[in-house]
């Protein structure tokens, strides 16, 4: 049922498309959808894409043109004329994907292929679109949507209905607005279809409805929808008037998007990059991470220098390093990930952040002990060079740097919110080179004190 | 518009429900939906919430109840008797939501439960819901749906649909099927309206329809959902016969959760948690991967200890220990968090292994000469006690490791997913560990070569 794309598949399409066989090509792609088409031409070269794309219907192309990879759809466009993409793609789509198309090509192209649409409601609405941030409620929304007013009845609503969905290809609510247009609430089209003609909107219609303002953020849009399980959400301005609607679909993409940005930020990456993204895109947001942790190795490196003398006398001390530095880390990271996911959710609860540093201590006690204990074991039984005073210095220094660690990762991401930053930006190698240089501080400290002592 | 629980609400709530003043508390919960409610009771202790659950209309009830933590649901479910959870909840829910609470119930307790539903239909649908497996398209669809037979006329079919959607709370599409229940295709509620009276379904329905078995992986679903933009998805038997219907609500939360889950693993959390969840369940979920942590250090400190009378001549080599771990680590994680992240989205392309090993290659070679050259630099010129040896010790050592971390980070989750195990194990903790015990030993190893050198 679903499409998957393979080489075969691919070589054999190329093929077809290279020697004109029509009939071949559109064989091939008779059970595609527009996304199974996209991910074809994402695998094209421009040249073989070129020639592919002629054999698409024109509402096919203008589906298959929204849902390709940016960098493909740029190349392409760049080979088309302004007239070109207004006849063939803008007449053909929605609203928010015309203006999403639109803002991604150069000022000057654009405004060109905006004098080239016929339909000038549909120019004007996508000029309105195109007016709004890119990451708001006003940037992901569609300006077709259903309203009736809620003085009619149900007979006149049902004919507005019938003319208004000839434009609008999914209807899944109908809006109640009054007669300046402010959103009033909605109406579903099963209570239309089920209520005798004659009663009016304004007893029937449910005025329970939750919106978003046209400014709010796309992750909080996010948020609501899926806190409130819904379908479609519609969109009112500053005062209240229905502008738009925002479907799932489009959100279903942010909401995933967010979820990846924290997974890369926590692994150390500073862009949104992908797999599939070249050398130079790559490296721009891998390397300044690892530049940070070069410098706390820089700063870890000075400090275990100044024991330099008590390693040549008691070397094992060097031994215990790594284990140290990446059990702080492993902590550090454990807690700031689940303190991001909790504010994320909206699920850290009602209590104040002394309760959440306590809740971590204890967490870090019950843990280190384990560790602690496990590592003070192994160290009385299994090496030979082995005496007590680092025995009991790596134990107790597990142990500190394991409450330690898991305080630090807790606070951090707190306090980082508390100011307006992003929380994910604290975990992964900020929380992991800090606590590295931490714990090792702590272990020669504790190591200098403990050899005094035995 | 949207409801954000303060503690002052909550103090004002339960001493509203305290004193037992109904229309206090009916006026603050008045403009609060379902989930909005849930929140308040998750925070509300058992006695609290019991108090203020029966201000609740029976519907609201058992919509909250699906909304509720699973553990305040279940605290919650054991106060009350099997007929009161049948008459109070399950009588007001979905098929969906009632068999996933009852699968939440003691096996006794659930058979009990069933035995006291009073609509026959609707414990055989619940009945059948439980029979699939949690995970899976069964476990998540609802049986409630609309469908129309093939054969039919536009107004047999719209009657027929006025006494279907009686029972379905949202209808977003019409099912097409034949005599044997056979899922054909779809139609929308709009094409209905506006299609003439006299018109056979046959002729207007559309026989694209993505649909998914009913034993498809959630993850798997939502994938499928997500690609092709679906709100609703229709679910199909082994030989075809539509049974039931997702929608993205659900699958959202499938989503969410995979995306959280690959977050989770590489943070070195092993089991799904929540930073609410008690002392226990997180310790739980975080000790296994720090015992692995610890291990991992134990082997480091072995491989380091036999290079013990090295460190007393030349005590540096101490110094860069935690750099070269801590470099390997990060690298490592980077790669591997891309290659989870690509394979999830199936965005890894067609390339084969080494292709994309070799890209890693070239990505590793670049940010290492970078790092190791920005280090090379440093230690020329700041650090008193350094000499050639370690300088070009700790340059070599770290452009290898870079390069092999990225190569290592990239190959086990291709191998990993190639086996059918899940990919994210190998990033966080288990890629870290490898690459500090590999690039210590790589570290030493280069040394002892080149001090014999200078």
Known sequence: MQFELTKQFLDELNLAVESKNETAVLALIEPLRPVDIAEIINEQDLEEAIAFYVFLSEEQA????????????????????????????IDNMDSDD???????????????????????????????????????????????????????????????LRRQTQEVENVYTVYVVDDRDMLQGIISLKRLLLTPDKNKVRDIYNDKVISVKVDLKDEEV?????????????????????????????????????????????????????????????TRARLPW?????????????????YEGAIQIHPEMAFFIPLIAAMGG??????????VQGLANKSLGLDGIWSKVF?????????GLVCSGLLLLYNMFFPDQI?????????????????????FGTLIPILLHKYKVDPALATGPFITTTNDIFGIFLYFYIGHLLYAVF
């Open 290 to 306: 690892l530049l940070v942790g070069l410098m706390g190795g820089i700063v870890s490196s000075n400090v275990i220098s100044t």
């Open 330 to 339: 492993n902590v550090g990271v454990q807690s700031s990930a689940l303190v």
């Open 98 to 160: 015309a203006a999403d198309l639109l803002a991604e090509l150069p000022v000057e192209k654009k405004n060109e292929v905006i004098s080239h649409i016929e339909d000038i409601e549909q120019a004007s609405d996508i000029i309105d679109l195109l007016n709004y941030p890119e990451d708001t409620a006003g940037g992901l929304m569609a300006k077709e949507l259903v309203k009736i007013n809620i003085d009619w009845d149900i007979k006149t609503s049902i004919n507005e």
């Open 387 to 407: 005496n007590w005073a680092i025995t009991s210095t790596v134990s107790i220094a597990l142990l500190s740097v394991i409450i330690f660690a898991g305080i």
């Open 62 to 89: 203008a589906d298959v043109l929204i849902e390709l990879d940016e960098d493909v759809r740029e190349r392409f466009l760049k080979s088309l004329s302004s007239e070109q993409i207004a006849k063939q793609f």
């Open 359 to 367: 809740k971590e201590m204890l967490i870090g006690l019950t843990n």
């Open 222 to 282: 996010g948020q609501v929808m899926e806190k409130y399980d819904l379908v479609v959400v519609p969109v009112i301005d500053e005062i209240g008037r229905l502008v738009g609607r925002i479907t799932i679909d489009d959100i279903v993409d942010v909401i995933k998007e967010e979820a990846e940005k924290d997974y890369q930020l926590a692994s150390g990456i500073s862009e949104n990059v992908e797999y599939s993204d070249n050398l130079w895109l790559q």
